[in-house]
Nanobody
Framework: VQLVESGGGLVQPGGSLRLSCAAS????????MSWYRQAPGKERELVAA????????NYASCMKGRFTISRDNAKNTVYLQMNSLKAEDTDVYYC??????WGRGTQVLVSS
């Protein structure tokens, strides 16, 4: 099983980034997918989650309206569109499959 995140980087406050998580080694379309984030010394927190078919999504309250989770089951990929980024969004962002599998994360740095 592999989950490989990409798309992180340095962005100015107010900017946007689109994270991708490419999955392999399991039946992607059967798994709910989530994005989490974690800062050094802090607990990992849920950012957004998607049902296996993408019809149902959930967001942490502080991300609602700014972040959008989506998935392409034909490409075995889940995305996180992040808009209106703030300095406090700086974290390592992780992809999770079905509360079982984790990616290694991608760093997002929001700074001017």
């Amino acid at each position: 099983v592999q989950l490989v995140e990409s798309g992180g980087g340095l962005v100015q406050p107010g900017g946007s980034l689109r994270l991708s998580c490419a999955a392999s080694g399991f039946t992607f379309s059967r798994y709910a997918m989530s994005w989490y984030r974690q800062a050094p010394g802090k607990e990992r927190e849920l950012v957004a989650a998607s049902s296996s078919g993408g019809e149902v999504t959930n967001y942490a309250s502080c991300m609602k309206g700014r972040f959008t989770i989506s998935r392409d089951n034909a490409k075995n990929t889940v995305y996180l569109q992040m808009n209106s980024l703030k300095a406090e969004d700086t974290d390592v962002y992780y992809c999770q499959a079905g509360s079982v599998y984790w990616g290694r994360g991608t760093q997002v740095l929001v700074s001017s």
